[in-house]
């Protein structure tokens, strides 16, 4: 049947005889024929299906646009370096751009470390907490869950811990990205010295557990934004897909 267009609130959508859904493709609305405009009316069923092309490219988007020459990104929860390799082409422009990708499994890092061999990141096996010592991680179905456990479980990986503010973090305004499964807040604490010395910019969490997080954020002036569409969020905390910009550097962006 023929996709008709409709608007409610302030998006378009694509409807077939029973129902109505929002027409995002990457994070903006679009009002979309889907005969004149075939490609993105197939592009936008696809990728609706799809949680890389629906979330990850939207947030990779808004982050690339915050992303400036001389800053340093910090890509903690790397996985296989999505973000870090797509990002790290920005050095090509801006070679005084930093990139570092932190990944606490070591067989997901292994394969970081060949997706970025030839761009210019630099990749910690490490995990990041709120101290230094050793965390033990639990496998998933996928390598995107690696969970923090009890130490003593039944077929836990050990890992070294550090945290974030005692790491090699060159110079530079940081832009920190913090994808750790239920973890955030442990690693938000330990970038402490970093978040009142005034360098973190923008902190993106892909999700986070706490109620704790957002409250520690604004203490350090950071304010809210929806990280696939880069809304402002002035009363409601997107519940996951929180991009935090600081209040200083907001004229600058």
Known sequence: AQ???????????????SQRRPCLLFGAPLRINSREEIGLARAWRQSDKNIIFRDEVATLLNLSLLLQPGDVFVDIGANVGLYSSILSRFANAFPNTKFIAIEPNPQTAGRLRESVRNAPVTILNVAVSDKESELAFQRGITSGVFK??????PGATIVPCQKLDSLPIPEGDLVLKVDVEEHELQV??????????????????????????????????????????LARSETEVPPYSLLAIHE??????
């Open 3 to 17: 996709l008709a267009t409709y608007r409610h609130g302030s998006y378009w959508y694509l409807q077939h005889t």
């Open 148 to 153: 923090v456990v009890e130490p003593g479980q």
């Open 188 to 229: 938000l604490l330990g970038a402490e010295e970093l978040l009142k010395s005034g360098r973190v910019k923008v902190v993106y969490l892909d999700g986070y557990s706490s109620n704790l997080i957002p409250p520690l954020l604004r203490r350090h002036g950071f304010k809210f934004f929806e990280g696939r569409t």
């Open 248 to 253: 200083t550097r907001l004229n600058a962006v």
